[in-house]
Nanobody
Framework: QVQLVESGGGLVQPGGSLRLSCAAS??????????MAWYRQAPGKQREWVAT???????NYADSVKGRFTVSRDNAKNTVYLQMNNLKPEDTAVYYC?????????WGQGTQVTVSS
């Protein structure tokens, strides 16, 4: 089993920044071996993929956040981060951390990000 706990959400003005964290844990869990991803779900919309960082450190981003968001990981702390800059009202959503291994997928409980003046 893998447990994921997100933190760092909050209320921010347009143009502002936030850094989300996702701490991973579990018995026999080797964080270094897992690809990690961030998703988000806005009110009334489907959950959408935001960014991925592979176990090797390669990153990919959704077009809507490219150039503004940066995903990173600290393997020593079993933590993945999402640095969000130049936030826009349309970035308002619950942000989730996800990982998977084979057919098993693991999600965190989510952290709310609200971008509003």
């Amino acid at each position: 089993q893998v447990q994921l706990v997100e933190s760092g959400g909050g209320l921010v003005q347009p143009g502002g920044s936030l850094r989300l964290s996702c701490a991973a844990s579990g018995s026999l869990f080797n964080f270094n071996a897992y690809n990690m991803a961030w998703y988000r779900q806005a009110p009334g919309k489907q959950r959408e993929w935001v960014a991925t960082i592979t176990r090797g450190g390669s990153t990919n981003y959704a077009d809507s956040v490219k150039g503004r968001f940066t995903v990173s990981r600290d393997n020593a702390k079993n933590t993945v981060y999402l640095q969000m800059n130049n936030l826009k009202p349309e970035d308002t959503a619950v942000y989730y951390c996800k990982t998977s291994w084979g057919a098993d997928a693991y999600w965190g409980q989510g952290t709310q990000v609200t971008v509003s003046s």
